[in-house]
């Protein structure tokens, strides 16, 4: 109840830090610049991100007690449906940016497009096309590949990919306008701060129940397990 009643505003909150956060620290890379959709492109991301790391964490943890008795394919086409949903809204929302800039045709607003559509940003720009769109978007489409737990994490890991090639595609050309540049730092960043985050993540779902306390469908289906022959 106490999570319900915070929800609301902190998700608010949640929506203007995070817009103020990506003018500070992207947008601002190119003072010259500007778009009011910036932030909500970052916002969608990130959801996008949550939910695609959400499927896969939940597909690993379905294969497990408690969760493995609970989850159905409903449950992951319901998941996958929230997956096409978000995705449908970052391309909408990266769309719109493009076509208001293409539409002024402003010098100081293509710009930034120019410098992250030449040279080997272009090829970034067509991988991000097919695979955090086109591609994403055809397969979740059919409820037979959403209801299957495996096929399902599989393209949240590629759309989570996909992401973080589209973070490196906003910010770096900033630095290196139409010239694509990939340095093992880069790589070497992503792994140890992933890393440190990934295990923090571990760490605190093992101190924490995976299912409501004094859920009543869950004492049922205890109760059903211990019922059965050869129950604890």
Do not use: C
């Amino acid at each position: 109840m106490r999570l319900r009643q915070f929800g609301g505003p902190a998700l608010a909150l949640y929506g203007l830090s995070m817009t103020f956060a990506a003018f500070d620290w992207g947008m601002s890379l190119e003072p010259h610049w500007f778009s009011s959709i910036y932030g909500v492109l970052i916002i969608a991301g990130q959801v996008l991100a949550a939910m695609a790391f959400a499927i896969i964490a939940l597909a690993w943890l379905s294969q497990q007690p408690p969760l493995a008795q609970l989850m159905t394919d409903q449950h992951f086409n319901d998941l996958g449906n929230f997956l096409l949903g978000v995705t449908l809204f970052w391309m909408y929302i990266a769309f719109s940016q493009y076509l208001i800039i293409w539409s002024g045709n402003l010098p100081e607003e293509v710009v930034w497009y120019l410098a992250r559509l030449e040279g080997g940003w272009g090829w970034v720009a067509l991988f991000l096309l097919l695979f955090h769109f086109a591609l994403p978007f055809a397969v979740l489409l059919s409820a037979r590949i959403k209801q299957r737990a495996e096929r399902l994490t599989l393209m949240a890991g590629l759309l989570l990919v996909a992401e973080l090639v589209h973070l490196y595609w906003l910010v770096e050309p900033a630095f290196h306008p139409g010239d694509f540049t990939l340095h093992w730092l880069h790589l070497v960043t992503l792994v140890a701060m992933g890393g440190l985050w990934l295990a923090a993540f571990v760490w605190r779902i093992r101190q924490r129940p995976l299912l409501p306390l004094h859920d009543n469908a869950v004492q049922e289906l205890t109760f059903a397990e211990r019922s059965q022959p050869g129950g604890a």
